[in-house]
């Protein structure tokens, strides 16, 4: 490839900045949740169950509302159908969801977590509590407010539309 291509190709894909920190706070922010979910779930991939992010989401939504269908799922995340039903299907098998037609319409599925899925649901929110501990330690009480009012105001940006 041309020198020339190339340059082109970094001034494309990196424009320059007026900035440059406010690229670094979103990346920063990406590698945090990155490293979260990563110890989050090397614990689970250690017992007896490996859960991948998506199906520890589908999990959670069900533990949430138990008796919820697919349908519901569908709607509350906008997530493709097939894709759910696929981790639905897995969770199924694996005994960490329960399913039971619906009164009003035997088609639909009502959906609960068995007590394995209860189970893993409850290591992942221990987990999560340690690492939370974790990420903060050093933080006194007005360092952690900061940064909440700090990502809640990125966070309002963004919601509103702003660049």
């Not at 007590?115 to 501990?133: C, F, K, M, N, S």
Request: glycine share 6%; aromatic share 2%; charged share 30%.
């Amino acid at each position: 490839m041309s020198p020339i291509m190339r340059e082109s190709v970094d001034k494309v894909n990196r424009p320059p900045r007026q900035d440059p920190a406010s690229d670094e706070v979103l990346e920063l922010v990406h590698t945090v949740m990155h490293q979260f979910r990563s110890q989050l779930f090397q614990a689970l991939r250690q017992g007896t169950h490996e859960l991948t992010h998506m199906e520890s989401k589908v999990l959670g939504f069900f533990v949430r509302r138990p008796g919820a269908t697919q349908s519901d799922l569908v709607q509350q995340t906008g997530r493709d159908k097939a894709q759910l039903a696929r981790l639905i299907k897995g969770l199924r098998e694996r005994g960490l969801l329960d399913a039971v037609a619906d009164e009003a319409d035997r088609r639909n599925l009502r959906l609960t977590p068995t007590d394995a899925g209860l189970a893993i649901q409850r290591a992942l929110q221990r987990q999560a509590r340690q690492l939370e501990a974790q990420a903060v330690t050093g933080l006194d009480a007005a360092e952690k407010a900061r940064l909440l009012e700090l990502l809640r105001r990125v966070q309002a940006n963004l919601a509103a539309g702003k660049s």
